[in-house]
């Protein structure tokens, strides 16, 4: 295969702390220092939580807009992806980083059992959320836990309620959520590519020893992949990962023995459809 695969690096999260990892990257100064190092280990996305001095959630916009700040100094080019994610906050307060006009955010279309509890996204949030993006220029991310999200997007998009093609990552392995399944991951591509066409992009992640599992698949696939701290804290079952960055290189290497590229910023943001940043629209 010769089609670029777009790594992403989720960097932080809601959950893992530094008692998980001392790795996790908690403050921005952290997450931006971090990002920097997975971002030269060829990231090209970066999916952003923010967190409280305590280490507890947080959807604050202030510190969104600094760590949006950081990451478009330290990392240009970059895709910016923030979480809405319901861990961080509630209700409106998850979309509240929107206006920032980050380059995606994630968005979860429908509700799914968590390892202990349900994670809601009611139909009238997630129309709001929906349209936030729409009016930000904000290119959402469906994260889909279910095949029912896959085809929520395909409605969604079919009322314009998504700008152009949407970009589905499969979640595969969260406890009393979809586990890791070969067939069903298989009929997931198989669904998106007849929903929104054969070219379709599509990104897969997985939860804990199964973020290798996914990694390898989705990039013999020809699909992207999601890797980073967020959702595994391991290289394997004996190490820590050290790094944001050491789990990049280890997608890296995959993509590697795939003879896939590992995407530009230029290319992960030409598949993706995504306005090139300020200042290279400046230097066109």
């Known amino acids: 295969m010769t089609n670029p695969c777009i790594i992403c690096v989720a960097i932080t999260g809601s959950l893992p ?11 921005v100064s952290e997450q931006v220092e971090s990002t920097h190092e997975a971002f030269e280990a060829g ?5 952003a939580h923010v967190r409280n001095d305590d280490q507890t959630p947080s959807s604050d916009p202030e510190k969104f807009a600094r760590l949006k700040e950081g990451l478009e100094k330290h990392c240009p080019g970059m895709i910016i992806q923030f979480s809405t994610g319901g861990r961080s906050g509630a209700g409106q307060a998850r979309g509240a980083m929107l206006p920032l006009r980050p380059d995606m955010a994630s968005l979860s279309v429908g509700s799914n059992n968590f390892p202990t509890r ?18 930000y220029d904000v290119k959402p991310e469906i994260e889909a836990f279910d095949l029912s999200h896959i085809l929520k997007a395909k409605d ?35 669904t998106v590519h007849r929903l929104f066409g054969d070219n379709a992009p599509w990104c897969a992640a997985g939860i804990g020893q199964q973020q290798l599992t996914l990694n390898e698949w989705a990039i013999a696939a020809g699909g992207h992949a999601r890797t980073g701290l967020e ?11 050290p790094s944001n960055a050491a789990l990049v290189r280890r997608a890296v290497e995959i993509c590697d023995k795939n003879e896939r590229p590992v995407a530009t910023w230029e290319e992960a943001r030409k598949i993706l459809g995504l306005r090139l940043p300020a200042k290279a629209e400046v230097a066109a």
């Open 17 to 27: 702390t530094k008692a998980n990892n001392p790795a996790v990257p908690i403050t």
């Open 43 to 47: 990231a090209t996305i970066v999916h």
């Open 118 to 135: 349900v994670y809601e996204n009611p139909p009238e949030l997630v129309d709001w959320l929906a349209s936030e993006m729409l009016t």
């Open 156 to 190: 969604m998009a079919d009322k314009g309620q998504l700008a152009g093609t949407p970009y589905v990552q499969f979640v595969m392995g969260v406890k009393n959520a979809m586990p890791v399944d070969r067939e069903v991951f298989d009929f997931y591509i198989k």
């Open 231 to 241: 959702d595994n804290v391991r290289l394997d079952r004996d190490r820590l990962a």
